[in-house]
Structures are given as C-alpha cells and as structure tokens.
C-alpha cells in the first residue's frame, strides 16, 4: 500500500493509516530529519497535540525518544513512558510508545514513532511487524524523496525553457520582468518573488512582484544593507535563510516572510541585481530549491540583459545623435502606431512641423558646432513644452516635428503659439544671447488631411514646401 505512490504526502497519508488500522493505535507520527541542523522534525502526525508536536524540534542523539533512535539507529520500546527520562511528552494521554529508525542505505532518514494511552501495550510479535512495517516505509519515503527531486529537474528543464521563449518574445524589459517573475512564482508554489535592477543611479529598484501585493521599497534599501540581498551581492552567490523569524534585526524584503531565498543577478561579468523569493513558513526551502533558483537566475539574468541590450540598440537606432530627441526614422514609426491606436479608438492626432527658416545664417555665424547647439537648446525646449504623451523628433537637419495624439483641428493654433513662445527661450552659443528664431510652420490633422501614413506625411510636406516658398517671396 505503502509503495503504491510516489508523492510524499500520499506515502504519509498511508503510513498513518496503516498504523491506525492494521496495528490499532491512533497517536503516530512521521520525524525526518534535517542534518544540516542535525534535528528532527514532524512531517506528518495523526492524535498528537498539533501545536506542540510541529512546533518542537529534537536534536538527534540528545532530544527524546525519537532524538535517541535517529542518533542510535536502533528501536526503542518504553512499555511505561513515566519511568524513561528520554521521554518528552507531547501528547498527555501516552503510557507506552514505540520508536523505530527508517533506515536508507545504513543511514537514518528519520524516525517512526508509535504512541498507545495503554501501558506496555507493544507486543513481541507487533513489534517485530512494526520493524518489518519501518523498513518499508523507509524505502517508500526514499522513493518519493527521489521521484520529488527528479520532478523538480524536470521542472528546471520546463521552466528554464519558459524563460527562454517568454525572453524571445518580449517586447520591453518590464513586461519580460513580470514574466519571469510571475514564472518563479509558479516553480516555488506559495512563494512572492520580487525582480530588483539596479538603475543608473546605483540604486536597486523593484520592477516586478509577483504572488501578492506589492511591498515598500524601504525594506529592500534595509535588506540591501544588512540582510539577504546584501549577502547575496557580497557573496554573488544565492543565499538561503530558513529561519527569518529566528534571527534577531533581520530584515526581511517580505513583511511575514518565514523562508526567504536571493539570487544575484549576474551576466558578461556585470551584477544587475537580484530575485528575491519569499515564503511565509519557515523551512520552506531545500537544497535542491537553491540549485532551481540559481538555474533561474543565470537565465532570467541572461534574458534580461538581452532585452536591455535589443532596447539599447533600438534606442540608439530611434535617436537623432545631435539632439537626442526622436529621427525621422522612428518619426514613420511612430505615426503608424498612432494612425492604428486613432482608428482602433475612433480618435483625433494631429502632426505638426516647423522648420527653423534662418538657420543657415545660425550656421554660418556660430560655425556647425554652434549650430548644432542651437539644435540642441530647440529639442530641449520642445520636449520640455509639450505633454509627456507628445513625441517630438527630427525630421531633418533644421526641420523638427510633433506627433500630437488626442488633438482636434481647433487646437493647433494654442499648440503653434506656445511653441512660438518656447523657441523664443532659444539661446545663442555666444555667452547666453538669445536668438529670434524664424520658423515656418504646417501641420495636418486625422482623419481630415488623410486616412494613411502616406497621404498625412505628403500633405504636410506639401504644406511645409508651400509655406517655405510663400516666406521667400515675401522677404523678396
């Protein structure tokens, strides 16, 4: 019955039904033990005070019956508990108990414990099949211990190609964060991960949490300084801690948190931050969870500066050198994003440009390095004159543009006059002298001027050559 499943917590179920039934005693419980802390604690139980018998932990060798028969590897059998000072009551009602080891390869992996409120209760020939029974147990346990751990590289493989794809696929940095984050999140079930990129600045920001709501940021910082995520860059290695609680002044990133477990971040040599995975019960993790969550990290590390890299180099692609604002080329780009989202939404965009029409004269007054100055203090102005959802570009060497989204037709003329007014701030390379800057100015609106990228980009070049043209003959 015992050997018939491969999941723990089926195996356990079966062994304490097993005793209950066949051997007619209600008070069992499974230990296992922790040999990193060299302690035993209950992984299953059935009749015991609850709160008592989870909550205590026994030191192999030292604690308890079950602590001596993990030491030992031996039985014991205590027909009157009253009489062995070993025994730690964890259940009022016992008068006898029973302690078997589960033995695995020579080596005690935990300890049976049978308890009767009957005194000597255990006879002979029921512990000689309760011997027989903890051997069979201990082979099920074994088992299930071994299917548990080959699952979990199964879902390494898994969730390592889940990572790969979802980083293929990614648009942006922050949605590839999320992703990952909430993928995480899946592999240790009940956990809340959080995704820290450290900015420019030097500082560690969270970009994505997945699992619960959002924490503060204040106990990252703390973290940072004197708990798990500042271990963990120090050491570049992933750092467990299974006893949050326990530790006196340790920050947890989580509030509530039991277990928490950090990755560093870390690709071509560079640290970019950390994943930090939070589980409110203490001792949640494993050994093996720290090889998953390192795995993880490096590719979740290696997506993401992929993604950094890709968007670097569209931005590069996208920017006007001079100006750092916007070029023509993203300028096409963006009005066909904006002619799709008009449609889709049934709304109004306008596209306005201007051309600086005395910038030749700029040119030759100030020399090119002068003149790309003047171009400069012009983007800088825009930008900082027009609404965050505005784009701003340039289109050509003195001829700028604006993709206007959610504007009507009636409004250019307030837009065209603040611009007017924004360029007048313009200042010449010579000890801050300010310029007039003469601008020629044309604009079309969608759907009126248009319905295409072509028939908008033609009019407004149309209406740009016209205007230029109508400006020369009256200066002539």
């Not at 039991?258 to 409110?280: D, F, K, N, R, Y």
């Not at 504007?407 to 000890?431: F, M």
Request: glycine share 6%; net charge negative; aromatic share 6%.
């Amino acid at each position: 019955m015992i050997l018939s499943s491969m999941e723990a917590d089926t195996v356990l179920h079966h062994i304490l039904l097993i005793v209950r039934n066949y051997f007619g005693v209600a008070t069992c419980a499974v230990f296992l033990t922790e040999k990193a802390k060299g302690e035993l604690f209950c992984r299953a139980q059935n009749g015991f005070n609850e709160r008592l018998i989870t909550a205590r932990r026994f030191r192999i060798g030292l604690d308890g019956i079950v602590g001596h028969v993990a030491g030992s590897k031996i039985p014991i059998y205590v027909p009157d508990v009253s009489r062995d000072a070993r025994y730690i009551e964890t259940n009022p009602a016992t008068k006898s108990e029973i302690a078997l080891p589960l033995i695995v390869r020579d080596e005690a992996v935990g300890v049976l414990d049978v308890e009767s409120d009957k005194l000597d209760y255990f006879t002979d020939d029921m512990i000689g099949l309760l011997a027989l029974f903890a051997g069979q147990a201990a082979v099920a346990l074994e088992n299930a211990r071994l299917y548990s751990i080959e699952r979990r590289r199964m879902r390494q493989i898994e969730f390592i190609n889940l990572i790969a794809r979802s980083a293929t696929a990614a648009n942006d940095i922050d949605n590839l964060m999320l992703t990952l984050s909430e993928l995480v999140s899946d592999t240790f079930e009940g956990t809340e991960v959080s995704i820290l990129i450290r900015e420019k600045s030097g500082l560690l920001r969270l970009h994505a949490h997945a699992g619960g709501e959002q924490p503060a940021a204040e106990p990252f910082l703390q973290s940072e300084r004197h708990g798990i995520i500042g271990e963990a860059l120090t050491a570049r290695v992933n750092i467990l801690v299974n006893d949050v609680a326990e530790r006196r002044n340790w920050p947890a990133c989580v509030p509530g948190t039991g277990s928490e477990l950090c990755v560093p971040l870390q690709a071509l040599g560079e640290t970019m931050g950390v994943i930090v995975i939070s589980h409110p019960k203490a001792n949640a993790f494993v050994a093996e969870d720290r090889s998953i969550a390192q795995a993880a990290g490096d590719v979740c590390a290696t997506a993401i500066k992929n993604v950094q890299l890709t968007d670097e180099l569209r931005r590069v692609m996208n920017t006007d050198t001079v100006t750092g604002v916007f070029n023509q080329r993203y300028f096409h780009v963006a009005v066909s994003h904006e002619l799709s989202r008009a449609k889709r939404f049934e709304q109004h965009f306008c596209i306005m440009m201007f051309d600086l029409h005395n910038f030749r004269e700029m040119n030759k007054q100030f020399g090119f390095e002068g003149g790309d100055e003047v171009l400069r203090n012009v983007a800088h102005v825009l930008t900082s004159s027009v609404r965050s959802i505005d784009m701003v570009s340039r289109y050509s060497g003195d001829c700028f543009a604006l993709i206007l989204p959610e504007t009507e037709t009636s409004s250019l003329g307030v837009i065209r006059d603040k611009v007017i007014r924004a360029l007048h701030r313009v200042a010449t390379p010579k000890q801050g002298e300010f310029t007039s800057l003469q601008t020629i100015f044309a604009s079309v609106s969608y759907p009126q001027d248009g319905t295409t990228e072509l028939e908008l980009i033609r009019h407004l070049l149309a209406e740009l050559d016209r205007q230029k043209r109508a400006a020369a003959t009256a200066s002539a």
